[in-house]
């Protein structure tokens, strides 16, 4: 039996930070408005030249020391991203470019910052159908160029960043243990950005409704991870670490008591990072292994919702 396991995590964020009190130079906010409603203080912002396939460059360098491996032993490469750096070709044969890894299949997953998640159960397949071995997952967004950033409702909530992982084929009985996916398009209206190729032929700026989003989050990403559970025979109990989508404190706060999980087996970054969409949890992962915080043998519990909708979770042995 083929199982897949993470072998390698990495993450990239850019230099430049801005902070609660910098925007505060250009929009009418406040540190104390921002803080008390969604927990950030500051965010990572890439510069006008850094393109979103440059942090995930970073961030799978970085997951490739981390495996030590070679590149030349990924066979497909994954980019979850929002905002690649063309409308095609895609962010991922960039990737695959740098690196120089020929005859691989590579491609672009649009789950906005449910991206990761659906792209672990995507490699999880490919790895367990025995024609791949290691694949590049990464996760990349530099969402500071398409947020409004005259918009207070929306531009203090996110941020720039990459995170990546690497997928191998193992015959322990460890690595991705289930899976649970979902979509419900009805909701497009909540969070969508207000252009495309298709559409008018313009990048579009993010456009949200807040607190639909707040009120579907917490009960999606608590069912979703109970359903994974449910799927691998583990109970809440069994879980070292929730990691969920980093985009709001309380909204991974309500989780993790809808849950009935404790805070201190919560990982949150999202006072750091802001909200960085599909680069939100391998980020928060690699920083929380790195940090010796995650350790090998953890029950971890990852879960994400997005524009689309889009939300799942997803339960690992580390
Ligand atoms: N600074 C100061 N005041 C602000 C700001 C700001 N940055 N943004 C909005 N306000 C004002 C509004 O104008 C409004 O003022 P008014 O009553 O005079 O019109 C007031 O604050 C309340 O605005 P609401 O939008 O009702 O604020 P709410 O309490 O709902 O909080 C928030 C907004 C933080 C976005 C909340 O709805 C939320 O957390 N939603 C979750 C959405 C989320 O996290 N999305 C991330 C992307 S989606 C994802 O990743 C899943």
Same mark, same amino acid.
């Given at each position: 039996m083929i199982h897949s396991q993470i072998i390698g995590y990495g993450h990239y964020l850019p230099e430049k930070i801005l902070n609660n009190v910098d925007l505060k130079k250009f929009i009418d906010t406040s540190d104390e408005w921002i803080y008390t409603r969604t927990g950030i203080k500051q965010r990572h912002i890439v510069e006008s030249s850094q393109l979103t396939s440059d942090l995930a460059i970073k961030a799978a360098e970085d997951a490739l020391l981390s495996a030590k491996i070679?590149?030349? =032993?990924?066979d497909c490469i994954i980019v979850a991203t929002? #905002?690649? &750096?063309? #409308?095609?070709? +895609?962010t991922a044969t960039k990737v695959q470019n740098f690196f120089k890894i020929g005859n691989i299949p590579s491609f672009d997953l649009q789950a906005v910052c449910s991206g990761f998640i659906y792209s672990l159960q995507v490699a999880d397949s490919l790895i367990k159908s025995g024609k791949f071995k290691n694949i590049l997952i990464i996760g990349a967004e530099t969402l500071s160029k398409i947020?409004?950033?005259? &918009?207070r409702r929306t531009c203090v909530l996110f941020g720039d960043g990459a995170g990546s992982v690497i997928l191998s084929a193992t #015959?322990?009985?460890?690595?991705? =243990?289930s899976s649970k996916l979902y979509s419900d398009? +009805?909701?497009? &209206? +909540? =969070?969508?950005? &207000?252009?495309?190729p298709s559409l008018n032929q313009d990048v579009g700026k993010i456009r949200m409704n807040g607190q639909d989003i707040f009120k579907q989050a917490v009960n999606k990403l608590s069912e979703s991870t109970q359903n994974a559970l449910n799927e691998c025979n583990l *109970?809440? +109990?069994?879980? *070292?670490?929730l990691v969920p989508h980093q985009a709001n404190q309380r909204i991974i706060q309500s989780t993790a008591k809808k849950l009935g999980i404790d805070n201190n087996k919560t990982i949150s970054t999202v006072e750091y990072h802001a909200n960085t969409s599909a680069a939100s949890i391998p980020l928060a992962l690699s920083c929380s292994i790195k940090k010796g915080v995650i350790k090998k043998n953890d029950i971890v519990a990852l879960c994400a919702i997005g524009g689309g909708l889009t939300w799942g979770s997803c339960i690992l042995k580390l």
């Amino acid at each position: 039996m083929i199982h897949s396991q993470i072998i390698g995590y990495g993450h990239y964020l850019p230099e430049k930070i801005l902070n609660n009190v910098d925007l505060k130079k250009f929009i009418d906010t406040s540190d104390e408005w921002i803080y008390t409603r969604t927990g950030i203080k500051q965010r990572h912002i890439v510069e006008s030249s850094q393109l979103t396939s440059d942090l995930a460059i970073k961030a799978a360098e970085d997951a490739l020391l981390s495996a030590k491996i070679e590149s030349s =032993l990924i066979d497909c490469i994954i980019v979850a991203t929002t #905002t690649p &750096d063309n #409308t095609f070709p +895609s962010t991922a044969t960039k990737v695959q470019n740098f690196f120089k890894i020929g005859n691989i299949p590579s491609f672009d997953l649009q789950a906005v910052c449910s991206g990761f998640i659906y792209s672990l159960q995507v490699a999880d397949s490919l790895i367990k159908s025995g024609k791949f071995k290691n694949i590049l997952i990464i996760g990349a967004e530099t969402l500071s160029k398409i947020v409004d950033w005259t &918009d207070r409702r929306t531009c203090v909530l996110f941020g720039d960043g990459a995170g990546s992982v690497i997928l191998s084929a193992t #015959t322990e009985k460890r690595g991705v =243990l289930s899976s649970k996916l979902y979509s419900d398009g +009805s909701w497009h &209206d +909540s =969070l969508y950005a &207000d252009g495309g190729p298709s559409l008018n032929q313009d990048v579009g700026k993010i456009r949200m409704n807040g607190q639909d989003i707040f009120k579907q989050a917490v009960n999606k990403l608590s069912e979703s991870t109970q359903n994974a559970l449910n799927e691998c025979n583990l *109970n809440i +109990s069994d879980v *070292n670490w929730l990691v969920p989508h980093q985009a709001n404190q309380r909204i991974i706060q309500s989780t993790a008591k809808k849950l009935g999980i404790d805070n201190n087996k919560t990982i949150s970054t999202v006072e750091y990072h802001a909200n960085t969409s599909a680069a939100s949890i391998p980020l928060a992962l690699s920083c929380s292994i790195k940090k010796g915080v995650i350790k090998k043998n953890d029950i971890v519990a990852l879960c994400a919702i997005g524009g689309g909708l889009t939300w799942g979770s997803c339960i690992l042995k580390l």
